[in-house]
């Protein structure tokens, strides 16, 4: 697990994986909106125990995907495999240097990722 206190902010060599469940829309339609919410939490709750066993940390959830970061290329397999044996995902994943760290305040506080690592995961298709 990557530890980051609060209203720090640390420069890091390391892997971003972005996990996004793939054709989520066609999976969930039927669904109702508090089965929709379940499925979702399901998948929530697995990904930051997943990516939290294997050395990891989940950053952040964007709509049905997560962003996570970890320190070994391994590791972030690991959680690969794990989540494709319960649902089908597309994934991303980019090495390079990036800032980690936790900003807001004691009201409302996030964690999240900066620099050209982060950007080039997002750009690049």
């Known amino acids: 697990m990557i530890q980051i206190d609060k209203n720090d902010h640390k420069e ?13 829309l066609k999976t969930t339609e039927g669904y109702s909106d508090l089965e929709s919410t379940k499925y ?7 990904a930051i125990v ?15 995907a997560f962003l996570a970061i970890f320190k070994a290329s391994a590791d972030m397999r690991n959680v690969i495999q794990e989540m494709d044996k319960h649902y089908n995902m597309k994934w991303k994943s ?32």
């Open 12 to 24: 890091m060599h390391g892997i971003l994986l972005l996990g996004d469940i793939a054709d989520y």
């Open 40 to 46: 979702l939490d399901t998948f929530f709750k697995m």
């Open 50 to 64: 997943t990516v939290d066993e294997n050395r990891g940390e989940v950053v952040k959830f964007i709509g049905d």
């Open 94 to 125: 980019m090495e390079g240097n990036f800032i980690y760290g936790t900003f807001g305040n004691d009201k409302f506080r996030f964690k999240d990722v900066f620099g050209d690592a982060v950007n080039k995961l997002f750009m690049d298709k």
